[in-house]
C-alpha cells in the first residue's frame, strides 16, 4: 500500500467536476483528503477503509478548512493533484485505511474511489498527464 499524496501541499485541482456538494465540517479537512457524511450531523468527516460505517465515503474535499466550515467535496469529476505518475492508465485509486486519504491499494473495506485516466493538454508528441477520474 502507497498512500497517494498530493504533489504540492493544499492544491488539489478540479478539471471538471459532475457532481459534487458543500457542506460544513465535523473536523478540520484537507485538500484531497476523502469525506464521508457523518450520519448524525450531516456534515462531512474524513472516511477511511478501516470498517463499512468509515468507508462510507462521498467524495473528494476541494480544499483546506477548520472544523465546522463549509467545504465542497466532489463525488463524480476529474481532478489533478495527487503523486499519481507511477501508476498505470486505467489503475484503481483506492480508501485508505488512514483517515482521509487515497491509496494504491485497498484498505480493509476495499472502496474504488476512481481511475487513472489520460490528458492531452500537453504539446503534441509527448506523454499524456495522467488524471484521477473520480468515480464514487
Known sequence: MTA???VTANRFNVVESFIQMTLPT???VTAGQLVKINTTTGKFTKANGTTS?????WGIATKTVA????????RKGVATGYN???????????LSD???MPDTAAGTVS???GRVIPATGVTLGTAY?????IDL
Open 4 to 6: 497517494l499524496a498530493l
Open 26 to 28: 465535523d473536523e478540520a
Open 53 to 57: 460505517g468509515e468507508a462510507r465515503v
Open 67 to 74: 472544523a465546522g466550515m463549509p467545504v465542497t467535496a466532489v
Open 84 to 94: 499519481i505518475d507511477a501508476l498505470a492508465y486505467d489503475a484503481p485509486v483506492y
Open 98 to 100: 488512514t483517515d482521509g
Open 111 to 113: 472502496v474504488v474511489i
Open 129 to 133: 498527464d495522467k488524471l484521477l477520474q
